[in-house]
């Protein structure tokens, strides 16, 4: 059996503190609000409070896209959860804390998946082999991270950068023609040593900027080109470009090497900072609740992340 499988829900969680560059400059870290935007396009991000953990944000998202869905919580087949930062450091899983919390069924798999920023393509890869398969009906898949937890607060150059938050997809079956049309997974871990947490020390992230801009950039657009061009389409045919939030400037610059209209990008970046695997969840909700996402919207998602992973999938919206 081999069913069309598709996003058919989508919802968002993000703690409530607003943390701009502002008040990190007031806080007497050494840097300024024009750097941050010019080098990052980073304005403001969302700090998780010490109570608040990966499933708990995760929860918030995840009954978002239920409802989204329009289905019940017992309707869930299989619950996935991406995060480097679950709520457990070895177990038990974040998706088992989330299957307890939501009230799914018992006799469904629950399990997290671990590739950084990339967790989202990865995680909705393998919800579409059971959708497709006929072995579940619906998969949640949601993406979670705290990251604000790993950094080091004085380290101008990296706490910059992260913000927590959640993003979750009710993935189903859809009628034929909509749904999924490809995803490609990629891995390198020959760079496993620009991004990191270092396995002894402070459980920080340890990142060589440049180093990952340049490789973000490179794996990125072939991947995206390829998929593209395998799937018979090319980038004025894209409605929207949903790349991971790390950088305003590795999405220009993959949007103007691929000739997508500017208006065709979700740049969420600004007001929630890089946000791991979640950013992009996060964006397709935002895009969906702003009226961005149309039954039939060609959307391109592109992740990249530590290890280093990369990924692409290609989707016609279904709803
Ligand atoms: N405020 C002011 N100055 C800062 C700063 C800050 N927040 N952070 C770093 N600097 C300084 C550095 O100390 C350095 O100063 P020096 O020249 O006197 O040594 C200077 O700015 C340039 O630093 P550099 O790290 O080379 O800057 P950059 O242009 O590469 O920008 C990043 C830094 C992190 C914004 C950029 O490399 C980047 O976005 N990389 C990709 C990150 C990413 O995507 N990570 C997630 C992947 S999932």
Not at 258 to 275: A, F, R, S
């Amino acid at each position: 059996m081999n069913f069309p499988v598709g996003i058919v829900g989508v919802g968002k969680c993000v703690p409530n503190t607003i943390v701009t560059n502002q008040d990190l400059v007031a806080g007497g870290l050494d840097t300024t609000d024009e750097w941050i935007v010019s080098r990052t396009g980073i304005r403001e991000r969302r700090i998780a409070d010490a109570e608040t953990r990966t499933s708990h944000l995760a929860y918030g998202a995840s009954q978002e896209a239920i409802k989204d869905a329009g289905i019940q919580p017992t309707d869930i087949d299989m619950v996935i959860v991406a995060t480097s930062t679950p709520d457990y450091a070895l177990f038990p899983s974040t998706a088992c804390l989330l299957q307890d919390r939501l009230g799914l069924r018992t006799d469904i798999g629950a399990v997290d998946v671990s590739a950084a920023c990339t967790g989202f393509n990865y995680a909705l890869s393998m919800a579409e082999q059971y959708v497709a398969t006929g072995a579940c009906r619906y998969v949640l898949v949601v993406a979670g991270d705290v990251l604000s937890r790993h950094v080091d607060w004085t380290d101008r150059s990296i706490c910059i950068l992260f913000g927590d938050g959640a993003g979750a997809c009710v993935v189903g079956r859809v009628p034929d023609g909509f749904g999924l049309i490809d995803s490609k997974l990629y891995s390198d871990g020959s760079y496993a040593d620009i991004l990191q947490v270092k396995p002894d020390g402070p459980s920080h992230i340890y990142m060589d900027g440049r180093a990952v801009f340049k490789v973000a950039v490179n794996a990125v657009v072939p991947a995206v080109e390829a998929i593209l061009k395998k799937n018979g389409l090319v980038g004025s045919d894209v409605d929207l470009l949903v790349m991971h939030q790390a950088n305003l400037r590795i999405i220009e610059a993959t949007r103007e090497r691929l000739g997508i209209p500017e208006d065709h990008v979700m740049k969420m970046i600004e007001i929630y900072g890089n946000t791991s695997a979640a950013s992009i969840p996060m964006a397709l909700c935002d895009a969906k609740q702003g009226g961005r996402l149309k039954r039939g919207s060609v959307v391109l998602l592109a992740g990249f992340g530590a290890g280093f992973t990369w990924g692409t999938t290609l989707l016609r919206w279904a709803y």
